[in-house]
Nanobody
Framework: QVKLVESGGGLVQPGGSLRLSCAASGIMFRAYTMAWYRQAPGKQRELVASISADHMTNYADSVKGRFTISRDNAEKTGYLQMNSLKPEDTAVYYC???????????WGQGTQVTVSS
């Protein structure tokens, strides 16, 4: 059974930092692109950042220079380091695993990030 479990969300003040984790099981993690998406109330889910199997990264313009995506294939875990958080970063954050050479696509259950003073 495939599972992606996010953790690390919470309430943080503007300017603060959080580190999200996405622990994967049931898949050959190193063969998947990992991505973080977010969805704010009343808005569509949007891509925040992605990291390919060979560690190529991509970021939404709104988070460039503030967020860093990484992965640890040995631990089967993806990470999203979020610095200089803004109220507009408030959303539910989801991780996604996308099989590089195949059709496997899996989502986590999401973790809430709230940026507020």
């Amino acid at each position: 059974q495939v599972k992606l479990v996010e953790s690390g969300g919470g309430l943080v003040q503007p300017g603060g930092s959080l580190r999200l984790s996405c622990a994967a099981s049931g898949i050959m993690f190193r063969a998947y692109t990992m991505a973080w998406y977010r969805q704010a109330p009343g808005k569509q889910r949007e891509l925040v950042a992605s990291i390919s199997a060979d560690h190529m990264t991509n970021y939404a313009d709104s988070v460039k220079g503030r967020f860093t995506i990484s992965r640890d294939n040995a631990e089967k875990t993806g990470y999203l380091q979020m610095n200089s958080l803004k109220p507009e970063d408030t959303a539910v954050y989801y991780c996604k695993a996308d099989q590089t050479y195949g059709r496997g696509v899996y989502w986590g259950q999401g973790t809430q990030v709230t940026v507020s003073s």
